[in-house]
């Protein structure tokens, strides 16, 4: 058995959730890649292109950390009592790198400002996000399914 993994883990994980909200990631950051404008001062004057990128941050990261939170109770680990906490899980169970755990925590954070402290974002670090940061979903989505596949 690998490091990292229960044995009831093996061979429980939900595949066709992980397929859909693998494909729910990514077609909300291809949705961003195709929405956002080249400069950050054309997104700050383009209201649609804004909330059509912060929907789909929203919708993404919401993804990621369901598949997160389905990961952690099919292993039957611990379910933390905060979004950013269920990636500081993964890593810790050896699922997912700490450092993409870290990215993945401040993502989340970003999701709750925007459920809930809509009027507070800051539109600098929204497209900081938007253009640079997007990786990380992929690559948490592209880790899980290759995790799923190994135990197959």
Not at 32 to 46: K, V
Not at 70 to 76: I, M, S, Y
Not at 77 to 104: K, Q, T
Request: charge should be positive; hydrophobic fraction near 50%; charged fraction near 25%.
């Amino acid at each position: 058995m690998r490091r990292g993994y229960s044995a009831r883990r093996l061979g429980v994980v939900d595949r066709p959730l992980l397929a859909k909200q693998v494909a729910t990631v990514r077609d909300a950051v291809a949705r961003i890649r195709a929405m956002l404008p080249p400069s950050r001062e054309a997104f700050e004057a383009d209201r649609t292109a804004r909330e059509v990128v912060v929907l789909n941050l929203f919708v993404a990261i919401q993804a990621c950390l369901d598949l997160a939170s389905h990961w952690l109770a099919d292993a039957g680990w611990e379910m933390p009592g905060s979004y950013a906490d269920v990636f500081a899980a993964l890593a810790r169970h050896g699922v997912i790198p700490s450092e993409l755990a870290a990215r993945l925590a401040a993502a989340a954070a970003f999701r709750n400002l925007v459920a809930h402290q809509y009027g507070a974002l800051d539109w600098r670090r929204v497209y900081a996000l938007a253009s640079a940061d997007l990786g990380d979903l992929d690559t948490f989505c592209a880790t899980l399914a290759g995790r799923a596949r190994g135990s197959e």
